[in-house]
């Protein structure tokens, strides 16, 4: 039988932990109002992110320990740069997209744009074997780079493309060996679903 776990348990773990009971001093220390921590701390109300942060910025510990384990959450797979080109994370990213709206997780992967605070989203199922990938903005992975681009042209005997590259507004021609249409593209500055950094 699986746990059933309280809204914002992660939060009120981390209080405990710092054992503080003073709702007043919690207010004051994260700026939120007193009638709202006390909605938090029993259940009553989930925390936003924006709440989450500023939580984590007052107990002093990474805002992914306030956060519940049951809040769907994807880890970013590959970052894309100013050249439209998808690379995989160093050691130093460790970013994942919390998704607070969804109900249940679905299979799908993240390429992060950090300048733009934009996720790319793509379902592995979905590809250029079982899809129609011409005029479709597309994850394109070939032997020598990766790109985010739209495509113009698909020589399906060759697994020849040719696609736009909207971060450098260039046509660029490869050989692919397998491409991925791009499913959703979200703006996180002006949604629910936000970036975080994982580091513990």
Known sequence: MSKILKMNEALIR???IAKIKNHDLISKGTGIDKSTVSLHLSSKRRIN???AYKYADFLK??????IDENVVKYRVVRYVNDF???NPPTEDDFEIIVCPNQIEKNLVKIIYDKKRNTAYWYSPNFDNNNSNIENEYCYIKSKSKSYLGTI???NKKTNIITFFNFHTQKEIKVKFYIVH???TITFCNFTTDKKINNSL
């Not at 510990?61 to 306030?66: L, R, S, T």
Request: net charge negative; proline share 10%; glycine share 4%.
């Open 49 to 51: 992110i924006e709440q």
């Open 181 to 183: 249409p791009i499913t």
């Open 152 to 154: 113009l042209k698909h």
């Open 84 to 86: 439209g080109e998808v």
């Open 14 to 16: 981390q209080i405990d």
């Open 61 to 66: 510990v990474p805002v992914i320990k306030v």
